[in-house]
């Protein structure tokens, strides 16, 4: 639906254009999401299609980078340059193609992970050599342990930790998970759910997953990020719309 040029829009007309409540559009508009409503001689807000076009914006880049970045955007955008607001939604697309490129490294690391092949005689590792192989530090392992995940088949009685070829497979699953920015809780019940599956086949297909359900997502949000960016520019440059 187009926004009514012709008149003045009332705060139940600019809900029901942008999707938005009548009670989210003032909270938006004293957030500086909004330009300011200009107000009628009875005191009622006069709004006009470019506050449907920045919720509208708004909405995107909240899908695509979270609440208080979209209000931050918002609110440059309603007083900064041109230049600065083109610069922050670059960075914005910017950590969305890193956040792909880190799943895809992790399903990478996934595949090389499956690739292998563990039998009886593979080699056992102390925390510190599997930290070096994972490129993390032996607190990050001891915090894993501690969070039941990447757990060691063995402590000595001097508390040496050995870990055998499941637990150095599920340290790099965790680790794979982990570079991908999942959470611990998110990663552990990845790990639930490969420990409760009967083959390792079948857990790494569940972490596989996941990750194709991450790219999904940031799919997703790159798509909203577009089209809040068509929404801000016409905000921006009312004329060229």
Do not use: C, K
Not at 54 to 66: F, I, P, V
Not at 100 to 128: F, H, K, N, Q, Y
Not at 190 to 216: F, H, K
């Amino acid at each position: 639906m187009t926004p009514q040029a012709s008149r003045p829009l009332r705060t139940a007309d600019v809900a029901r254009e942008s999707g938005w409540s009548v009670q989210q559009v003032r909270d938006l508009e004293r957030l500086g999401v909004l330009p300011p409503a200009a107000r009628s001689a009875n005191g009622y807000r006069s709004y006009g299609p470019e506050h449907v076009r920045a919720l509208r914006a708004y909405r995107g880049l909240a899908s695509a980078a979270g609440p208080v970045v979209a209000r931050r955007l918002l609110a440059e955008a309603m007083t900064g340059t041109l230049t600065d607001v083109a610069a922050a939604i670059g960075a914005v697309h910017v950590r969305l193609a890193g956040e792909r490129d880190e799943a895809l490294r992790a399903r990478a690391a996934l595949g090389a992970i499956e690739g292998e092949e563990s039998g009886p005689d593979a080699d056992v590792m102390t925390i510190t050599q599997l930290a070096a192989a994972l490129g993390v530090r032996t607190s990050t392992l001891r915090f894993w342990e501690q969070e039941g995940l990447a757990v060691p088949e063995r402590v000595t009685t001097l508390r040496a930790r050995q870990y055998g070829p499941a637990a150095i497979r599920e340290a790099r699953i965790v680790a794979a998970l982990r570079s991908s920015g999942y959470g611990i809780p998110a990663v552990r019940d990845v790990v639930g759910s490969l420990r409760r599956l009967p083959g390792v086949d079948e857990g790494i297909a569940e972490a596989r997953l996941i990750l194709d359900r991450r790219l999904d997502q940031i799919a997703t949000r790159t798509v909203a990020l577009l089209r809040a960016g068509a929404d801000l520019a016409a905000v921006l440059d009312p004329a060229g719309t």
